[in-house]
């Protein structure tokens, strides 16, 4: 238990001190996780053998992010996109794999390993870069939506891959394992298709990723619906966990890609009203995952080889680089992306990633590269990774601005789009509040934490989504950062005034609209940091007592006018009152002095509204007033 | 320097349509020692708050109602306010003088061509004969009242190029109003305010 905590410890450590100095040096986070990994392992050896442990346990970050890339691309999307996922991210995979395959080949290579090797090194880290893009905010990007199809080629090109691997296996190597394994004892992974024949494979695959599909479309729903209405939020958390790694583990058992069954599942999902819920409760894991990767990553470089063929494996790593950002290169000539968008996506992906790791254990398992081999490509991959923030920074630093510069002398106008509105809380209040944007096209966001309200709204075609809208991964999600205005209308006070502190702190130039329940209640959301508060009951109330003045025979246009002065003088008196509710800070609100302020402003209002019969010419009888009497008389 | 205090009361029910009186609007926003209003935005419910509106009136010397004429008229919103705030006691009657010798004037747009406002056109009377109630009200408050300002066949002004010179007199007219530069009586004897800027004497 000791271990536990002190290994757990180390790497928290490790990341908690490398993270934000990387970040504050303009490197992002993979690389402070990478260094963090580098120090703890190789430089001062706190951390050793169980990195590769570790290791295996780390890349369900992967899984966890494929989930969001899938829960962020509704089919619809994945439809629209079909032409680059096949044709560039096809196109990138093969020729990469081609050209590398012939380079090896050209080194005296059997074209067994070359293959291996091309394959190996086709891949990009799927992490390293969407996690860079969301960083850099450069998610929506062209570059970075054509990066992103081609990643998604290669995530899902992993599995033909790894079943691919073994054929290729060298008749030398795999004798010399077999007469090892006949000693030892062989670790049989669990497997439900172990010995199947290839048309009940094919069906048990089929009917897999049928469940997946299916369950995810019709039974996730009641089952959210169901353990969200227990109220409980960390059984939402775990049942999202659950999802996830339920998945991943029925593909591991059929033997897919656990990270290709969760992006699906996150695909099926991600029309669900329960969407950014999900988002928000899987991504600290997922973030977490990731970097724990990462550092293992950097743990796991052998610094004695790569300091006895230093020469050899940076020749090796650039190679690598200049040979895939050339492909990339060519690929966003053919497919026409121009300008900063094609050096984006050049730059950003010619590095090898996560599955190169991956794919190298298992040739490694079936026999077809050497070990010493082996190692080498293993430090070639890692190393550059490593140098990916080095290219984004390239990007960032010199190709960037200078196709801002262009794009600035070209256009002077945009047309600035109709922001975007989030309303917190959809019962009767909301309701309306959302009706009315709606009716003037407005987008609106809405976030409600019970289902029926939910389920309610997206019946009749509003956005709705399932979420407590006080967490701030769930507003991130909705966009709170894009957004104009934000709604404040949920259902409990205390949740309101907070999550007015939170909006106003995190975003202060976001106008925030609040309803209260009472006076005091507008105070401590005005306190609070609130643009705009209407207390709920006012303005029925006064309509209520509109029609109790015409129930008593007052003229319609009389009492409207009575109402105007009533609004005046509160909107006059609610300043003072506020400012003495607020000079009593401690606790106790309602001091003496604003009973005072308080009883002086009803008795303005009955001043106002001509109650006061002391012969004073008040408020309300000033407008259209007749001149006087005789007044004819006195004017020339 | 500033001699006068300039207060544009601009009155447009529907902005989101205008053409000419919104720039107009927007220009007199821009220029030093003019205060725009825009009434429809300030009262939306006509809540128009008397105690205010009279305190503004007393900060300047020179009053502007800048509206599209409706109905031979003003928009509601501008009757309104002459209704609520021009009080007996304070604009007219018994020791009233708390608008005297200020300079009044209409700004306004108008539908029909200039032919048409004419004793022998369709429309029968000229702008000013038109505008008469409001010429009587500044008398009464002891304002003195210049020709208006117009831009007549407004709705295809700004297909026919006509609008940016409008903006431009418009301009011209509230900066000469600003310095003092007005030949008060000159401009109270022309038909329209336009021919008074475009005359010799008007051209500052």
Known sequence: MTDIFLQAFIYLAAAVIAVPIATKLGLGSVLGYLFAGVIIGPVIGLVGEETTAIQHFAEFGVVMMLFLVGLELDPNKLWAMRNRLLGLGGLQVGVTTAVVMALAMLFEQPWTIALTIGLIFSLASTAIVLQTFNEKGLGKTEGAQNAFSVLLFQDIAVIPMLAFIPLLALPELQAQASTLAAAADHHEQLSLVAGL???????????????????????????????????????????????????????????????????????????????????????????????????????????????????????????????????????????????????????????????????????????????????????????????????????????????????????????????????????????????????????????????????????????????????????????????????????????????????????????????????????????????????????????????????????????????????????????????????????????????????????????????????????????????????????? | MQKNKVLVLYAHPSQHRSEVNQPLFQAACQIDGVTAVDLYGKYPTFNINIVKEQQQLLDHNVIIFLFPLFWYSTPAILKEWQDLVLEYGFAYGEGADALTDKVFLCALSAGGKEEAYQSNGYLHFPIKELLRPLEQMAATSGMKCLAPFVLFGSRTAVEENRLQKHISQWQQLLNALVQGNIDIPAAQQVDKLNDYLDSPGGNL
Not at chain 1, 320 to 339: M, N, W
Request: charged share 20%; proline share 3%; aromatic share 10%.
């Open chain 1, 197 to 636: 024949p290839g048309w009940a494979y094919g069906l048990v695959i089929t009917l897999s990723i049928a469940a997946v599909a299916v369950g995810g479309h019709f039974l996730s729903r009641p089952l959210f619906r169901f353990v969200a209405n227990s109220g409980h939020r960390e059984i939402f958390t775990a049942t999202a966990l659950m999802l996830v790694i339920g998945i991943a583990a029925l593909m591991s058992l059929v033997g897919l890609s656990p990270a290709l069954g969760t992006f699906l599942a996150g695909v099926v999902l991600a029309n669900s009203e329960f969407r950014h819920e999900l988002e928000s409760n899987i991504d600290p894991f997922k973030g977490l995952l990731l970097g724990l990767f990462f550092i293992t990553v950097g743990a796991g470089i052998n610094f004695a080889i790569l300091f006895d063929e230093f020469l050899l494996i940076s020749a090796l790593t650039l190679a690598v680089i200049a040979v895939k950002a050339a492909v990339l290169y060519l690929l966003a000539l053919i497919f026409r992306v121009k300008g900063s968008a094609r050096w984006l996506l050049t730059l950003s992906l010619a590095q090898a990633g996560e599955f190169g790791f991956v794919l190298l254990g298992f040739s490694l398992q079936s026999h077809v590269l050497p070990a010493e081999m082996a190692q080498k490509l293993l430090l070639v991959v890692a190393l550059s990774m490593f140098l990916t923030p080095g290219l984004f920074i390239l990007f960032d630093k010199v190709i960037q601005p200078r196709f801002a510069k262009q794009a600035n002398d070209r256009e002077q106008d945009t047309v600035d789009e109709t922001g975007t509105v989030i309303i917190a809380g959809i019962g009767r209040v909301g309701q309306i509040i959302n009706r009315t944007l709606m009716a003037n096209g407005v987008k609106t966001v809405v976030l409600d934490y019970q289902t029926n309200q939910v389920d309610a709204m997206r019946k009749i075609g509003t956005k709705a989504y399932f979420g407590d809208a006080r967490r701030p991964e769930l507003l991130h999600t909705a966009g709170i950062e894009h957004a104009a205005a934000f709604v404040v209308a949920i259902d409990s006070r205390e949740c309101s005034v907070e999550l007015v502190k939170y909006v106003h702190h995190c975003y202060p130039d976001i106008k925030i609209i609040a309803r209260a329940f009472d006076r005091g209640h507008g105070y401590l959301l005005r306190q609070a940091g609130a643009d705009a508060i209407e207390p709920e009951t006012y303005h029925s109330a006064l309509e209520l007592g509109v029609h109790a003045m015409k129930a008593l025979g007052h003229h319609p246009f009389f009492v409207e006018q009575q109402k105007a002065a009533y609004k005046n003088v509160e909107e006059q008196q609610s300043d003072l009152l506020y400012q003495a509710w607020i000079d009593d800070s401690d606790g106790e609100r309602f001091d003496n002095n604003y009973i005072k302020l308080f009883l002086q402003m009803e008795e303005h209002l009955a001043d106002a509204m001509g109650k006061d019969k002391r012969g004073v010419h008040s408020l309300s009888e000033r407008e259209w007033t007749p001149p006087p009497k005789g007044y004819v008389d006195k004017i020339k």
